[in-house]
């Protein structure tokens, strides 16, 4: 079936410009994440949707950052006014529910000049 | 401070020997450890996982040990293959389910 897809692929994009970043989960998954991955670094948790409850924001940088999801399926992660240090390949991943195993599309990479 | 440590970053092996991935963490809080595996330009795939509850899972020719008293957990690939080279994540699930801590990962590359 489908995996995690998301979109763009690709995205460069100048300092103090907002970006939007999409994530469309597996079907029927009911828990999505989004990560980032910094240049030689692991994957950085930064949020976490379940359903219709309250998503964990923990993870979050900074409050240029902001996500939703909505209907339960497709979400968008937003970073306002883009700084060089947002560089990173972003990544969605989704799973049935909480504590299952988390299967992750293909990442955007972003590049901010 | 990293909660889940991969301390060689690189690894190189001959085809048809054992590949061993190490990974450390220091919160004895967490009950369940992932491996990914990562190519270039893709995301992260899922390979094997454990639980707390046991010290040993195998899948096919990967297999997972944990060592909750040293806080330890390695992934033993046997024989490696050349697909095998890739970039290997460890990964911890947090207490409350919510995310995964992530090491910094080991590269392996297998050699025909």
């Known amino acids: 079936g489908a995996g995690v897809s998301q979109s763009p692929s690709n995205k460069v994009t100048e300092k103090g410009k907002d970006v939007e970043l999409r994530c469309d989960p597996i079907?029927?998954?009911?828990?999505l994440y989004w990560y980032r991955q910094s240049l030689g670094q692991g994957l950085e948790f930064l949020i976490y949707f379940q359903g219709n409850s309250a998503p964990d924001k923990s993870g979050l940088p900074s409050d240029r950052f902001s996500a939703e999801r909505t209907g339960g399926s497709v979400s968008t992660l937003t970073i306002q006014r883009t700084q060089q240090e947002d560089s990173a390949v972003y990544l969605c991943a989704s799973s049935l529910a909480r504590q299952e195993t988390q299967y992750f599309g293909p990442g955007t990479r972003l590049l901010v000049l | 401070d990293q909660q889940v440590k991969q301390n060689s970053p690189s690894l190189s092996v001959q085809e048809g020997r054992i590949s061993i991935l190490n990974c450390d963490y220091t919160?004895?809080?967490?009950?369940?450890f992932l491996w990914y595996k990562k190519y270039p330009a893709e995301g992260p795939t899922f390979l094997i996982s454990?639980?707390?509850?046991?010290d040993k899972n195998e899948d096919g020719r990967f297999t997972v040990f944990l060592n909750k008293s040293a806080k330890h957990l390695s992934l033993h690939i046997v024989p490696s293959q050349p697909g095998d080279s890739a970039v290997y994540f460890c990964a911890a699930l947090n207490q409350a389910g919510t995310a995964l801590i992530f090491g910094k990962g080991t590269t392996l590359s297998v050699s025909s």
């Open positions: 919160n004895s809080m967490f009950d369940y």
């Open positions: 079907s029927g998954h009911t828990a």
């Open positions: 454990i639980s707390s509850i046991k």
